[in-house]
């Protein structure tokens, strides 16, 4: 007798060759409406969020964890918006990358191409549930979620607002589907169904993401840890570096772009330091610094860093600082302990900055800006289905386009190869 998974995935599978032949318009038409069921149903969703949100409460989560988990009206009005501009982009399915006309008449082209089936593994944000559907939906992808305990209730009030959609507008039935249960041992048989899932995208924290790569026998794209930095330069223009560092620990603390190590050049330390430790501090951010930075602070309550703070993705209101002596040492400190997910110079000096861009190996690198941009939505992509750190077939946020392989067509006119 087949499992419940097995049958989930040969479903998944089945819809994934229909889905891959709908044409853009009747795609268009679900992820619309899909959009306008979110708003129609946010009251249901908040409901079902704030269970999560209390469980999360008494769980004594942290206040960023909490607020990853948090789906306000405006929070769902921003989901649907994600899928509203997901509807705007063009279709990549069917486009041609490359075209090439051999000596022999051969006509090849490249053509882009869904994937297949995609199982995402996720944990505490419930707007992935409803930005993975659109993205797969609109590359052509059937996709199964595996959401978190932590976000189950409102994973599956958005899922089953939007399964009910695709099925009105005539999607395939499996195009979409969530795993409810929440039990472990789901996931390590998923791990196992090689021959009708064709990719993982595990999002969530770094031992997660370890334990699918460990266990999986389907191809993984990775999103680990965002341990990401900013570099302060000896020309930096220190208001737009305080305005930037700030933003990048700040303004989301508990999201994987947001800014773990602060970098300062030793020429402009003494000016920029203390008063930026300052802002930092009276915002709740806890400041871990080597014995310079103490020194230069003064009576500052900060404490002391350690080895193991370099490599922290904190998710939270804790920042590491270091004072260095030019740009090589801080590209060499991003390169031992960054997570080649997105670093960020604030310089005037366009040799540092190119430098800087040439040899910081990470999936994004600012000049000028913050961290906190790292984002599909940011990218113009609609959303994102992860930030990939890996470096085979995507990079960076993911968007349909990533979400595609390729195939060759090739048109001959009776040509044998001789």
Known sequence: MKSYIKKLCEKAKKASRALA???QKAKDRAL?????????????????????????RKKGMSKALVDRLLLSHAGINAMADSLLDIARL?????GIIETRSRPNGLLIKKVRVPIGVILIIYESRPNVTSDCIGLCLKSGNACILRGGSVAANSNIAIFNILDKTAAKYGLPKGAVSIIKDTDRRIVNELLTQGALIDLV???????????VSKRSRIPVIKHYKGVCHTYVDETADLSMAQDICFNAKVQRPGVCNAMETMLVNKKIARKFLPSMVKRFID??????????????CGDMKIRQAAEADWYAEYLD????VKIV?????????IMKYGSYHSDAIVTEDTDSAAKFLNEVDSACVYVNASTRFTD????????????????IHARGPMGLEELTSYKYIIYGTGQVRR
């Open 90 to 94: 063009k279709d990549p399915v069917g």
């Open 325 to 333: 002596k030019d740009a090589d040492e801080a590209i060499r400190h």
């Open 21 to 23: 032949l709908l044409d």
């Open 376 to 391: 599909g939505g940011q990218f113009g992509k609609g959303a994102e289905i992860g930030i990939s750190t890996d470096k």
């Open 283 to 296: 915002a709740g951010v806890e400041i871990r610094g080597t014995e310079e930075v103490r020194r230069m």
């Open 201 to 211: 995208i595990p999002r969530g924290g770094e031992s997660l993401i370890r334990e």
């Open 317 to 320: 209101l804790i920042l590491s």
């Open 32 to 56: 619309i409406a899909m959009a306008r069921a979110l708003c129609q149903n946010a009251s249901y969703i908040a409901r079902e969020n704030k269970k999560d949100i209390d469980s999360a």
